[in-house]
Structure formats: C-alpha cells, structure tokens
C-alpha cells in the first residue's frame, strides 16, 4: 500500500471488554512501532518490532496490553478487560532499515479508542 | 522528569512572520532529534531531522541543535496559516530497555492571516 493503516479508525468499547487493534506497514518495512496518544499529550512508546520479533516492550502500560507480529507484517495490539484510562488514539509507525527508532518513522492514521 | 520538554503554546505569530519553536531533552546521550508536524485529528509527518550540532536547513524550516545545552529548535520562515498545527519534538533515547522516540508534548501554532 501507499502508506501505513490502521483498523478500525474509530472504537467505542465498555469497560471490561478486549479490543484488537490492527496495523497494516508500508511494504517491505522492517522496523514496526506502536504508540498511545492521549488527548493533548505528544504519543508515548508502547513497543517496538523488528520483523516478527518483539524487541522492547518496555512502553506497555501493564500486562493488560500485548502485540504480535507473527509474519513480520502486520500486527495487532490487544487490550484485554479495557479501562476509562484505556482511552485514547493508538498509532502505529513503520520503518524501512533495521536501526530501530533512528530510521525516519511513517505513522499511520491512527485508531481512536474510546472506553465507556 | 519528562525527558523532552515543550512549551505547550498555544505560539501565535501573524502571515509572513518567523515562528520559533523551542525544545529541550534531558539525555546526554541522544544523538538523533526530529521535528513532526501533526495537524488536528491526524497523525504525526515527519518534518525535520537533525542529528550534529549547528543548523540544517529545508526550505522555510531551520532545525537548530546545541548538545552542549541539549536544545533543538525549529523556525519557520514567512509563516502561513496552513502551518498552524501542534509541532512535535522528537528524541531517540537509548536504554537497557532499548531504542525509543520519546516525544514531547507539543507546541500549537497559530498563524493569523
């Protein structure tokens, strides 16, 4: 694809309930990274992925949140047994080489999670 | 302690004006500093990088980086009203946990036309 993509754009989920969040790089991008994004606030790092493995996960707020990138392609993010705090916009980022954050990171457009 | 700093603004400068964007990190290590652009509603585009001392310069943005006082900025020249967005600073921190960009949390622009 022309860019980095993310489902569903938008989720409305009640306290308790799990979500997944899906995120589609740029062709051919080694490097995957995900990030939260309260309102008003700069995005927070929550995990990095080069290929399928997953190299620092140290941005994970609890052990509610967990992602995988079985293929080296896309991931998802799962957030069990959601929180009020839960919400916010969750971004994912590409990149082409294997230098970690140092590559310059495309975003994606981004899902808006909303907990009720 | 927040490891990237910003004034929050909201920056108001008229069209045509030089907008300055100020930034300051706290690691003494990190070596590679970026400048992103996100408008409301959107995701964060990459606008500048900057990784050595001095200034680099992309048209009507000059990144400005000084690692003995760990400050970067970000100018804009004859601003416009379409650069009215919230800007980014952006910071590779390494640690045992690994390599992260630490954001910081913006500063909104104002253009007034």
């Known amino acids: 694809g022309a860019g980095v993509s993310q489902s569903p754009r938008y989720k409305v989920a009640k306290r308790g309930q799990d979500v997944a969040l899906r995120c589609d790089p740029i062709?051919?991008?080694?490097?995957l990274f995900w990030y939260q994004q309260a309102l008003g606030q700069g995005p927070e790092f929550l995990t990095y992925?080069?290929?399928?493995?997953?190299?620092?996960k140290s941005g994970l707020p609890s052990d509610r949140f967990f992602a995988e990138r079985p293929e080296g392609s896309v991931s998802t993010l799962k957030i069990q047994r959601t929180q009020q705090e839960d919400s916010a916009v969750y971004l994912c980022?590409?990149?082409?080489?294997?230098?970690?954050?140092?590559?310059?990171?495309?975003f994606g457009p981004g899902t808006r999670l909303t907990v009720l | 302690q927040k490891e990237v700093e910003q004034n929050s603004g909201p920056l108001s400068v008229p069209e045509g004006a030089i907008a300055s964007l100020n930034c300051t990190y706290s690691?003494?290590?990190?070596?590679?500093f970026f400048w992103y652009r996100q408008y409301s509603g959107k995701s964060p585009e990459l606008i500048m990088s900057?990784?050595?001392?001095g200034d680099k310069e992309d048209g009507r943005f000059t990144a400005q980086l000084n690692k003995a006082s760990q400050y970067v900025s970000l100018l804009i020249r004859d601003s416009q009203p379409s650069d009215s967005a919230t800007y980014l600073c952006?910071?590779?921190?390494?640690?045992?946990?690994?390599?992260?960009?630490?954001f910081g949390k913006g500063t909104t622009l104002s253009v007034s036309s």
């Open positions: 900057i990784y050595s001392n």
């Open positions: 952006a910071v590779i921190v390494i640690s045992q946990a690994g390599t992260a960009l630490i």
């Open positions: 690691d003494r290590g990190s070596q590679s």
């Open positions: 062709s051919g991008h080694v490097s």
């Open positions: 980022a590409s990149s082409l080489e294997t230098s970690g954050s140092t590559d310059t990171q495309y």
């Open positions: 992925f080069q290929n399928e493995a997953q190299l620092d």
